[in-house]
Nanobody, 121 residues
């Protein structure tokens, strides 16, 4: 069984910073792409950033220059450093792995449980 477990959410004032972590657990052979999505109340879930195993990154325009995604392949963990946070960044943030190679085959579209990020003065 593969699980993604997020941590690091919380409340912060505008201009502040938070760092999210997402650790994959289970008997994992490899994960190519890992990403962060977010969903604000009444809105659709949207991609925030993604990163491949070799470090190629992709960001939503709204977070470019403020957020940085990184990963530790040895720990099957992905991070999201969020700086200069704005109220519009308030959302539940979800970790995602589209495909996970495990001892029992491929697991597709694996999601974490989500972590709340609130930016408010």
């Amino acid at each position: 069984q593969v699980q993604l477990v997020e941590s690091g959410g919380g409340s912060v004032q505008p201009g502040g910073s938070l760092r999210l972590s997402c650790a994959a657990s289970g008997i994992i052979f490899s994960i190519n792409v890992m990403g962060w999505y977010r969903q604000a109340p009444g809105e659709q879930r949207e991609l925030v950033a993604s990163i491949t195993r070799d470090g190629s990154t992709n960001y939503a325009d709204s977070v470019k220059g403020r957020f940085t995604i990184s990963r530790d392949n040895a720990k099957d963990t992905v991070y999201l450093q969020m700086n200069s946070l704005k109220p519009e960044d308030t959302a539940v943030y979800y970790c995602n792995a589209p495909v996970v190679a495990t001892a029992r085959g491929l697991r597709r579209d694996v999601w974490g449980q989500g972590t709340q990020v609130t930016v408010s003065s």
